[in-house]
């Protein structure tokens, strides 16, 4: 017995020795994790439950350079119930005014919200959704709800904001005025305006205090943010909303028309190179049109006959020749190489002058005016084209601006059929911004300057940076040689290839383009055509020029010359500008009117603030920045018209609930 006794007291002491290291282990860890390792503890638990989440800025406001609204942020609002953060007593004395207000704005019946919010105070559902996608004016009505007017902590009220993006006049100019976005592997991407100028419109990013609550959902800690976003800065785009009016649907006409792939327009002030209006339009499978790829920067192609300006140019400056030397068409064709030059008139022109040739169009004219002069030096010619800026991007704002290409002797791409080629628009290609800025030096006066489509950023009414005008070349050429193209232009219009387009009423001065595309392919069974029209107006005083691009018109008719398809574009704006123009007082200081733009703003929401339901005076206002109003309160608008509110189909001060949709009539 002693024996087994013993046995039994050792095992007695290993185990209380093994329990006694294990304890020691206990001891040891905590002592471990409360001191050493303790702050790295405390954090993590910190953070599976408590964290900072990021409040994004509101953009800044894109305008036009009349003071209207072509792109802004709304602020977007869902809103939860934390049913537990209320006094049972508050719940309860508060609950059936709340459900009936609920109904009345979110339009399901007061029993299913009473019937929703107590089962959510009996559930203890600290998380329930009431609404999405409240405007700020809809959030502000319902934070005056009975319960939720007692604050965050005391009502319940959750409220996560977000900011979305508006285009007041729609999908006009949508392509420049362009997006900001996040790609599916996280990558940040856009185009146009809101992507170039993004680190002025973007603003500060904010933050908020958030706690982890039931089923991984957060909730705000306190009802103020950590970091208060700062708003971005407004960009003052050069664009016109009227001109781009008239312009988008001018082309859009003539698109629908010749059920063309896609064309761009672009209307350019002269002395100033600000972009009035730019428009491009993609044709859908469906067959209607829209913007797509803003195709007046990206499309680097063959201009065809808009390039002869350049022939024009250098011939008259180098005193190679004078516009009233004669040339034979040769019947329309003329051979080099083994590959023929024609005429688009069968049979040719007989014998004309170069600046006939220029008018009527005259590829043979005009090869053999620059294959005579320069074949023993096609460098001095090149280098001429190089001076003008042909041969390099104009280095826009936005991304993937199409590059030039401007064949070079000393390469080995040149052969001796380039020379020739060139001369009519053929074995080059620039963008259609560049045969613009072109022919608009010739309206300037011999000063190209580049397109711009930003004049400023501001901060209300204070100016951060201001863009002034850049200079591509001082002078392309003598003034001579310039008020001599000035009169073969305008002849184009009266007696040339745009005939059609010409009117006693108002003076205009261009160039016709035709160019096959394509034609190399499948045997030239793939082969189609680009029709253009270049030039400015009025031709004594250069106020505008415009440019205008159709690719691949139908050809059923054989009727796809730049005349034809491109010109009466060209020539509608022109007419539209100085025959419909809108007799409406010109604010001189944008500031001023900016200013009250937004003073309108703040007047509109501080009317919402002092919970006021019914609807403002919009006459006055820019019809867009009406319309971004009313879409904010749910309204639908249709609008007729033009530029600011001079009517409205429901008048001011009838309550806002009652209304759903209202007719603007612009002046």
Known sequence: MAVEDKQISYRIYLVAFGIFLMACAVVFKITKIQWVEGEHYRKLAKEKSVKNFVIPANKGNIYSADGSLLATSIPNYTVRFDAVAPKSEDFKKNVKALSDSLSVMLGKPSSYYHAELRKAKANNNRYLLLARDLSYTEYMRLK??????????????????????????????????????????????GKGIEWSFRNYLNGKDGKILKQKIAKGQWKPIRDVNEVDPRDGYDVISTIDVYIQDIAHHALLKQLEEYQADHGCVVVMETKTGHVKAISNLGRAEDGSYYETVN??????????????????????????????????????????????VR?????????????????????????????????????????????????????????GEGKP?????????????????????????????QTLALYNAIANNGEMIKPQFVSEIKEWNKTIKKYNKEVINPKICSDETIKKLKAIMQN????????????????????????????????????????????FFPVEKPKYSCIVVVHKPNTSKNNYYGADVA??????IAQKIFTDA?????????????????????????????????????????GMDAVALLENMKIKVKVIGVGKVKKQSIQPGESLAKIKSITLELS
């Open 582 to 622: 809108p007799s409406t007082n010109e604010i001189k200081s944008l500031n001023k009117k900016i200013y009250k733009q937004e003073k309108a703003y703040q007047d509109y929401y501080s009317m919402v603030s002092l919970n006021k339901k019914t609807l403002p005076n919009l006459k006055g206002m820019p």
């Open 343 to 399: 005429d688009s008139h069968e049979g040719g022109y007989g014998r004309i002058s170069l600046a006939r040739g220029f008018e009527v169009s005259s590829n043979t004219v005009l090869v053999q005016a620059v294959y005579e002069n320069y074949k023993n030096n096609p460098k001095e010619f090149v280098d001429r084209i190089d001076r003008m800026g042909l041969n390099k991007p104009l280095g826009l704002p936005f991304k």
């Open 144 to 189: 005056s709800f009975p319960l939720f007017n007692l604050g965050a902590y005391k009502g319940g009220l959750i409220t996560e904001q977000k900011t979305v993006r508006e285009h007041p006049i729609g999908r006009i100019a949508e392509r420049t005025i362009g997006y900001e976005r996040l790609l599916p592997n996280g990558q940040p991407d």
């Open 567 to 572: 010109g009466p574009v060209f020539k509608r």
């Open 492 to 535: 184009v219009v009266k007696k040339g290839t745009a005939s059609k387009l010409y009117s006693k009423d108002f003076s205009m001065a261009g160039k016709t383009g035709t160019a096959a595309a394509n034609y190399g392919a499948n045997g030239g069974a793939d082969k189609y055509y680009i029709s253009s029209f270049v030039g």
């Open 405 to 433: 290409f401007i064949p070079q002797p000393n390469e080995s791409t040149w052969s001796g059929l380039a020379l020739p080629w060139m001369a009519y628009g053929y074995g080059v290609s620039v963008t259609p911004l």
């Open 295 to 340: 195709y007046a920067v990206t499309e680097s192609h063959e201009p065809g006959s808009t390039f002869k300006l350049v022939d024009m140019i250098a011939l008259l400056d180098d005193n190679k020749i004078d516009t009233s030397k004669v040339y034979d068409t040769q019947g329309g064709i003329i051979t080099y190489y083994g590959r023929k």
